[in-house]
């Protein structure tokens, strides 16, 4: 796992209003990463550690599937050996919709058995999916599906799902 960290800071950063900075800063960047996926048809993984003061850290990642956990782990550590206020974390991913309240496949990957990535095309989407958490509780995570058109090369956006409270490996940072 290669880790690559550039100092960053948010101008509408109000550090009487953490919680506040924070929730508008994570939607400024879920709103970028979805104009950069449009403009590069594909996005970098990367995480933003925000302290109480928004002077915070751009944490790119490269490394295998296969290190995830420790990766997980590497981002626990980080926030508290630098008391983060929050964390928003970018990546692409495959991800299944359930297509009943009982779908046997989803149930397949919550317990393990197979993951999302292992499904035939047809039974897994391509998606965006831009999580923010901080230590006061709030949690949101945005998956905005993608389309791509492969013969023209082109890549839309489709349907944005919202979801908080979430759970998994990276879920729950802040214990």
């Known amino acids: 796992m290669e880790i690559q960290a550039h100092p960053i800071a948010y101008a509408e950063w109000d550090a009487k209003d953490p919680m506040v900075s924070f929730q508008k800063f994570a939607d400024f960047i879920h709103g970028n990463a979805k104009k950069y996926l449009l403009e590069d048809k594909t996005h970098a993984e990367m995480m933003f550690f925000m302290p109480l003061d928004g002077k915070g850290t751009l944490v790119t990642i490269q490394g295998k599937a ?3 956990d420790e990766m997980a782990q590497w981002v626990r550590d980080y926030i508290a050996q630098h008391y983060i206020f929050g964390v928003v974390h970018v990546c692409e991913s495959w ?11 989803v149930r397949q990957i919550q317990a393990g058995e197979i993951k999302v990535s292992e499904l ?3 039974h897994r989407t391509e998606a965006l999916s831009v999580s923010a958490q901080s230590r006061d ?13 492969k013969k023209k090369g082109s890549l839309k956006l489709g349907q944005c799902h919202q979801f ?12």
């Open 66 to 68: 296969t290190e995830r």
């Open 120 to 122: 035939k095309p047809e």
């Open 95 to 105: 991800v299944k919709f359930a297509d009943s309240p009982n779908d046997h496949t």
């Open 164 to 175: 908080s409270g979430f759970e998994g490996r990276f879920g729950k940072l802040f214990g």
């Open 137 to 149: 509780g709030f949690s949101i995570n945005w998956i905005d599906e993608m389309v791509r058109h």
